[in-house]
């Protein structure tokens, strides 16, 4: 099953990433409400994707790594022929925020280590 999820999380990212930074976005031209509901998404999913990938990250860690990443896209953007926007962004990291805050409900806000079995015998 890890590398069923791991195989997934890996199709995830790039597919989001390489749907980011094509030039001349799909969603773009669409009403700005869908293309800000697009980013919310598509961040809480790459948030659940670098948690299956690096399943050792703290989740603090992977959430200001996909914030990171978010930035990064909209640099890059301006360089693909697209538009960059701070509204963008802010769609990114609500959408990260909202992914921890679903991850912290799922796990009862206990972390890692206390959902773990013991291994003595």
Not at 26 to 46: C, L, P, R, S, Y
């Amino acid at each position: 099953m890890r590398l069923f999820l791991r195989l997934a999380g890996a199709v995830v990212m790039i597919a989001l990433l390489t749907l980011m930074l094509a030039p001349g976005g799909v969603i773009e031209g669409t009403e700005w409400v869908w293309d800000k509901a697009a980013h919310f998404v598509a961040f809480g999913m790459i948030l659940w994707s670098l948690g299956v990938l690096f399943r050792r990250l703290p989740r603090t860690w992977a959430a200001l790594l996909a914030v990171a990443i978010g930035a990064a896209v909209e640099v890059i953007q301006r360089f693909t022929g697209r538009d960059p926007s701070w509204g963008d962004l802010l769609a990114d990291v609500l959408g990260v925020a909202t992914a921890l805050l679903m991850w912290a409900v799922w796990r009862r806000f206990r972390p890692r280590e206390a959902l773990q079995k013991p291994n003595t015998r």
